[in-house]
């Protein structure tokens, strides 16, 4: 059984910075396109920034210049480096992982982790 477990979240002030981590079980995780995903309350979620098994970043506009995703292959994790956090960077984040194989995709989530960025 595939399983992804965040942690790192917390209650940070504007301009500081947060690490969330994102540990994978169960799978081939080398072989897997990671992200990391928003959702603010009453918005819908958005990608905030992915990483291909190839190590190829990719980053929302919103966030570029301050957030730096990155994985770890030998020990089953990702990373969301965050700095310069801002109010509006407050959201619950779900780590996912994403293969296509042929016709089949995979497609799995973390359980979310509370950032909250607030005086």
């Known amino acids: 059984q595939v399983q992804l477990v965040e942690s790192g979240g917390g209650l940070v002030q504007p301009g500081g910075s947060l690490r969330l981590s994102c540990a994978t079980s169960?799978?081939?995780?080398?072989?897997?396109?990671m992200g990391w995903y928003r959702q603010a309350p009453g918005k819908q979620r958005e990608l905030v920034a992915g990483?291909?098994?190839?190590?190829?970043?990719n980053y929302v506009d919103s966030v570029k210049g301050r957030f730096t995703i990155s994985r770890d292959n030998a020990k089953n994790t990702v990373y969301l480096q965050m700095n310069s956090l801002k109010p509006e960077d407050t959201g619950v984040y779900y780590c996912?992982?994403?293969?296509?194989?042929?016709?089949?995709?995979?497609?799995?989530w973390g359980q979310g982790t509370q950032v909250t960025v607030s005086s």
């Open positions: 996912n992982a994403k293969k296509t194989m042929g016709w089949a995709s995979y497609d799995y």
């Open positions: 169960g799978t081939i995780f080398s072989a897997y396109a």
């Open positions: 990483i291909t098994s190839g190590g190829r970043t």
